[in-house]
T-cell receptor, first 113, second 114 residues
Framework: GAGVSQSPRYKVTKRGQDVALRCDPI?????LYWYRQALGQGPEFLTY????????KSGLPNDRFSAERPEGSISTLTIQRTEQRDSAMYRCASSISSSHEQFFGPGTRLTVL | AQSVAQPEDQVNVAEGNPLTVKCTYS??????LFWYVQYPNRGLQFLLK??????LVKGSYGFEAEFNKSQTSFHLKKPSALVSDSALYFCAVRPNTGFQKLVFGTGTRLLVSP
């Protein structure tokens, strides 16, 4: 595709439910990043993949958050047992390599009731 | 640890006037610096970057930014603002080695009045 795509664009869930957010990077982009953006703030780093390898997960807030990129392309960010504080915009980005600029997808707006 | 400061929550400028959106940074070693723009209900769009070389870098939509190492600044500029430039602007930094994550500022809202 022409850009990074994310699905769903909007997700409303009840507290305690698990959610899976999907990111489809730009074709050929080796590096993939997940960020979380609270209202009125800049994006905050969650995790980073180079090909299928998760190189840095230091930004994941706790063990309810996990991410995978099994074939080095599409990635899934999973939040287990969601809490209201997890409500935010979740953004995915990809880059042709780790030393190049990142291109962002439209984001998934998660609301936990 | 790296950090970015955008000291102005909002910048107001009249159409046709020059604009500056300020950014200062802190990073170990040499920085990679970026500006992104966010329009309502849209994703972040890459504007420009400083990696190495000329301190003045040019980017999309007529924007440019000046890297000043002594002042640890990377201010975004445009000679003549357009109403359509009104948006949220984010500065970001990462070191040129090691960790790949971008650290973003809190953003500056630019309002260009007709």
């Amino acid at each position: 595709g022409a850009g990074v795509s994310q699905s769903p664009r909007y997700k409303v869930t009840k507290r305690g439910q698990d959610v899976a957010l999907r990111c489809d990077p730009i074709s050929g982009h080796v590096s993939l990043y997940w960020y979380r953006q609270a209202l009125g703030q800049g994006p905050e780093f969650l995790t980073y993949f180079n090909y299928e390898a998760q190189q840095d997960k230091s930004g994941l807030p706790n063990d309810r958050f996990s991410a995978e990129r099994p074939e080095g392309s599409i990635s899934t960010l999973t939040i287990q047992r969601t809490e209201q504080r997890d409500s935010a915009m979740y953004r995915c980005a990809s880059s042709i390599s780790s030393s190049h600029e990142q291109f962002f997808g439209p984001g998934t707006r998660l609301t936990v009731l | 640890a790296q950090s970015v400061a955008q000291p102005e929550d909002q910048v107001n400028v009249a159409e046709g006037n020059p604009l500056t959106v300020k950014c200062t940074y802190s990073v170990s070693g040499n920085p990679y610096l970026f500006w992104y723009v966010q329009y309502p209900n849209r994703g972040l769009q890459f504007l420009l970057k400083y990696i190495t070389g000329d301190n003045l870098v040019k980017g999309s939509y007529g924007f440019e930014a000046e890297f000043n190492k002594s002042q640890t600044s990377f201010h975004l500029k445009k000679p003549s603002a357009l109403v359509s430039d009104s948006a949220l602007y984010f500065c970001a930094v990462r070191p040129n080695t090691g960790f790949q994550k971008l650290v973003f500022g809190t953003g500056t809202r630019l309002l260009v009045s007709p």
